[in-house]
């Protein structure tokens, strides 16, 4: 049984191997203008392989001449970019550009209708963001009773890869809450965190476990507590830069 199991996993993760013959790895960083550029999907639209940047834009995947990467992220405009033969020798840059929501008024209205309210789904069950219910299908065996979705989506990465975007998501929302409970007035008069810098000290901000935790209570004054801490180390990171 054990072989017959390997047996099929191959057969299935085979054509991902073939696909990538004569594919090296390549490097590339993303330029924008944003300081953290962390957890931006790099897809090989031939092969289907991805990758994510880290903070400072850098990535590495595995591509040939002509192969097609499509670079896309919830704050930025989607790039698709061509490899070339210089591509695959030195590092390639790619520019991308943020997408610009602004919202001159908000009204929220409490809603009347609802899945619970209508019976579809029992009160109090958990809900799940698209990032949670993808990264749960493709992990949870007890998710996929009768296919092989959650061991091919191991050896693959796409578990991973769907992690980091969980992760991703998790952090958005955390700045999102912080955008919503205080004004950028808040952190430059009251933290005295330079304007330039506001918006890297929300994701200085989130970055920490700590904190994040304090943020899920909801309790403004513990809340405003740790990230007076927090905005005093931010400081002193960016005094130091100066000095140099």
Same mark, same amino acid.
């Given at each position: 049984?054990?072989?017959?199991?390997?047996?099929?996993?191959?057969?299935?993760?085979?054509?991902?191997?073939?696909q990538?013959?004569?594919?090296?790895?390549?490097?590339? +960083?993303?330029?924008?203008?944003? /300081?953290?550029?962390?957890?931006?999907?790099?897809?090989?639209?031939?092969?289907?392989?991805?990758?994510?940047?880290? *903070? !400072?834009?850098?990535?590495?995947?595995?591509?040939? =001449?002509?192969?097609?990467?499509?670079?896309?992220? %919830?704050?930025?405009?989607?790039? /698709?970019?061509?490899?070339?033969?210089?591509?695959?020798?030195?590092?390639?840059?790619?520019?991308?550009?943020?997408?610009m929501?602004?919202? +001159?008024?908000?009204? %929220?209205?409490?809603?009347? %209708? *609802?899945?619970?309210?209508?019976?579809?789904?029992?009160?109090?069950?958990?809900?799940?963001?698209?990032?949670?219910?993808?990264?749960?299908?493709?992990? *949870?065996?007890?998710?996929?009773?009768?296919?092989?979705?959650?061991?091919?989506?191991?050896?693959?990465?796409?578990?991973?890869?769907? !992690? !980091?975007?969980?992760? =991703?998501?998790?952090?958005?929302?955390?700045?999102?809450?912080?955008?919503?409970?205080?004004?950028?007035?808040?952190?430059?008069? /009251?933290?005295?965190?330079?304007?330039?810098?506001?918006?890297?000290?929300?994701?200085?901000? =989130?970055?920490?476990?700590?904190?994040?935790? %304090?943020? !899920?209570?909801?309790?403004?004054?513990?809340?405003?507590?740790?990230?007076?801490?927090?905005?005093?180390q931010?400081?002193?990171?960016?005094? *130091?830069?100066?000095?140099?």
């Amino acid at each position: 049984m054990i072989r017959l199991l390997y047996f099929i996993v191959f057969w299935c993760i085979a054509p991902l191997f073939a696909q990538e013959k004569g594919a090296v790895a390549c490097r590339g +960083k993303v330029n924008a203008d944003m /300081t953290n550029l962390e957890g931006i999907y790099v897809i090989n639209l031939n092969t289907e392989n991805a990758t994510i940047t880290d *903070s !400072k834009g850098f990535f590495t995947i595995n591509a040939k =001449v002509g192969d097609s990467l499509l670079l896309s992220s %919830v704050q930025f405009k989607s790039v /698709t970019k061509a490899i070339t033969s210089e591509d695959l020798s030195s590092l390639f840059f790619v520019t991308m550009h943020p997408i610009m929501n602004e919202l +001159k008024e908000v009204v %929220v209205k409490r809603p009347s %209708v *609802s899945a619970e309210s209508l019976g579809i789904i029992p009160y109090g069950q958990k809900k799940y963001t698209p990032a949670e219910r993808k990264y749960a299908t493709a992990s *949870s065996g007890r998710l996929n009773p009768l296919g092989l979705d959650p061991l091919l989506n191991y050896f693959s990465g796409r578990t991973a890869m769907l !992690k !980091k975007e969980l992760e =991703v998501e998790k952090k958005e929302g955390y700045l999102v809450q912080l955008e919503n409970l205080f004004d950028k007035n808040h952190y430059v008069n /009251t933290l005295h965190i330079p304007s330039d810098y506001v918006k890297g000290f929300l994701y200085f901000a =989130v970055e920490n476990p700590k904190f994040t935790r %304090v943020l !899920k209570t909801k309790n403004r004054t513990s809340i405003e507590f740790l990230m007076s801490e927090l905005a005093a180390q931010y400081n002193e990171i960016i005094a *130091s830069k100066k000095v140099k």
